[in-house]
């Protein structure tokens, strides 16, 4: 019985250190930098969005148990790392008198779903994100993918939010 919770414990650990990981740096991404280069866009959440994380598949507890990030603060670092990284002006604000521009771009960003699915040795944490620019109502909605063998709640949703608004960035060039 020993030699099998050896085994069990080995066998955990080894896919936690195999399984594979999405981890994306955008300081050598592909935006069109004529682009951005002149603008800010303005990031602000929308109070109807989604704020805890569901889980589902083989959730367990082994190491702890599951903490809710604060979505809102994740998702204000996930817009300054994404800046800093791509070296495109963006911005997280709560109140639009923070904004001294006229005719800003201004996204209402409506976190729809935050899933976070355990397999058997990945977990897929999913964001569905939808991009609302409150000057001309064009709207623009994408999904962040994070998988990993676990992890942080916050680092994984921070990396998820950070891929649906690059995601974000890429369809807003093409129009």
């Known amino acids: 019985m020993k030699n099998l919770k050896s085994f069990i414990l080995l066998l955990i650990i080894s896919v936690f250190l195999i399984s594979c990981g999405t981890s994306h740096n955008y300081t050598n ?28 598949g083989m959730v367990g507890s082994v190491f702890g148990g599951i903490t809710q990030p604060n979505v809102k603060e994740t998702f204000k670092l996930s817009i300054e790392e994404l800046a800093a990284e791509t070296n495109v002006k963006l911005k997280f604000i709560e109140y639009n008198d923070e904004i001294k521009t006229t005719n800003p771009d201004i996204i209402d960003v409506n ?15 999913k964001t569905v994100v939808n991009y609302k620019n409150l000057y001309d109502n064009n709207e623009i ?30 369809e807003l060039e093409k129009k």
């Open 29 to 56: 991404n592909t935006l069109n930098k004529n682009f951005f280069e002149t603008k800010t866009i303005y990031f602000k959440l929308n109070p109807n969005s989604q704020n805890v994380i569901n889980f589902s």
């Open 111 to 125: 976190i729809s779903e935050i899933n976070w699915h355990f397999g058997f040795s990945v977990a897929t944490l």
């Open 141 to 170: 909605k994408t999904t962040g993918i994070r998988k990993s063998g676990g992890g942080d709640e916050m680092n994984n949703l921070k990396k998820s939010l950070k891929d649906a608004t690059y995601k974000f960035l890429k």
